[in-house]
């Protein structure tokens, strides 16, 4: 039985932010139980809901160094979905209403998080042999494992690896501030340890350390080795490119159904697609109040409203398409106030066109995954993406910029063949991608034949965890082989 591991800041359903609490919270669950013992291990916000606190059970308390401070650690324990989680309690370091704050206090936490983690282990009666680290957040715990704890006969052959969500975010900051804080030697936080700009750089540290790297699709594992994609570190990914491999996200098929979807009223599949979405369309026009248009072509999205995401190529052209095009739009998310403000905007100049939900809804991205004709993704970059394997799933044609994960997973429609799952475009260009609408647009209302096709052939992919696992399995069982260190 292989023991695996996984450290992370967040795991559905105990705290969510973002894509990384739907990896941790839902692959350990697919992996074969016969041969893979696959725990979790997650701070105790004091912010997460009171539901799955009450479903905690306190395990033990301890004490860990960092640095000359003296921090209490309590470990609790509970199961979820058949995998068992362990969260690391402390209310000075996880108070406050959200897991997040400035990136001054977060260094502290995550360091104080990561060598908890490691002095848990004799505790929890599992010792690991793979510890699977993810975002910069857990970037410290290969480094502590293999300088602090190398020498330590218990810690001895434990490996690691370190999975990159989303590489903008590294968890940088001052290098005397986290000298002091991770009381590591000053050697270090040389160029080519956790030095990275005359900062301190957590992600930088995973990255060196660990014995392999992930990312979360084949194409951006080569991205991030590109100035393009590096985000200052192409350079350090480069030299790593031998331990670095891109494994594309899954999707929790049991969750994303749209045979048995909870916020759906009308359920459906690969053969009766055409009514199910029919009636959830009229269902989504009148709860958002669009006008119940059956035949009109409706896009959607779910999304953080930022730069990364597209946004400012929506912004440049949402006018010109709005008042040209025979369209519905219906966005929800929050973001950045620019954003949210421009498409409020739009949404007061154009009310019988586009709606606009400010704040997350479980329940309307549902809807608006099952309910749209179309999903659009113009990302300047997508490590993974899930909505667009959502979209997939639910037959929601979706309109994607080539990149990261978007390129690894929507083929692009072909008039000709027939072939293709969606529509693309490769540069990062507003007039690019309204022209792929704009052909999205053409082909939904004079070629229903091939549009029914795409969403077939969209609706008959295999994006669950089933791949992928096979991928890590793969993975850990050669890192138990050879010798790393």
Known sequence: MKKILFAASEAVPFMKTGGLADVTGSLPKYFDKKNYDVRVILPKYVCMEERWKGQLHFLCHFYVNLSWRKQYVGIFETTYDGITYYLVDNEFYFAGNAPYNNIYEDVEKFAFFSKAVLEALPYLDFCPDIIHCHDWQTGLLPVFLRTLYGDEEYYTGIKTVFSIHNLKFQGRWKLPAVMDITGLPEQIFASDKLESYGEANYLKGGVVYADAVTTVSPTYAYEITTPEGGEGLEGLMYACRDKLSGILNGLDYTEYDPQKDVYLTNHYNEVNYKEGKALNKTRLQKNVY?????????????????????FDLIAYIMDELLSTERVQFVVAGTGEARYQDML????????????????????????????????????????????????????????????????????????????????????????????????ALSVFYQHKNDWDILIKHGMSQDFSWNASVAEYEKLYDSLMTKFTW
């Open 290 to 310: 669009l006008p119940v248009d059956g035949d009109v072509f409706l896009i959607g999205m779910v999304s953080r409203m930022t730069d990364q995401k597209g």
């Open 344 to 439: 409020s905007y739009f949404a007061g100049k154009y009310p019988d066109k586009m709606k606009v939900h400010i704040g997350y809804s479980e329940e309307l991205a549902h809807q608006i995954y099952a309910s749209c004709d179309a999903f659009l993704m113009p990302s300047l970059f997508e490590p993974c993406g899930l909505s667009q394997l959502m979209s997939l799933r639910y037959g929601t044609v979706p309109i994607v910029r080539e990149t990261g994960g978007l390129k690894d997973t929507v083929i692009p429609y072909n008039e000709y063949t027939k072939e293709g799952t969606g529509f693309s475009f490769a540069n990062y260009n507003a007039h690019e991608m309204l022209a792929t609408i704009r052909y």
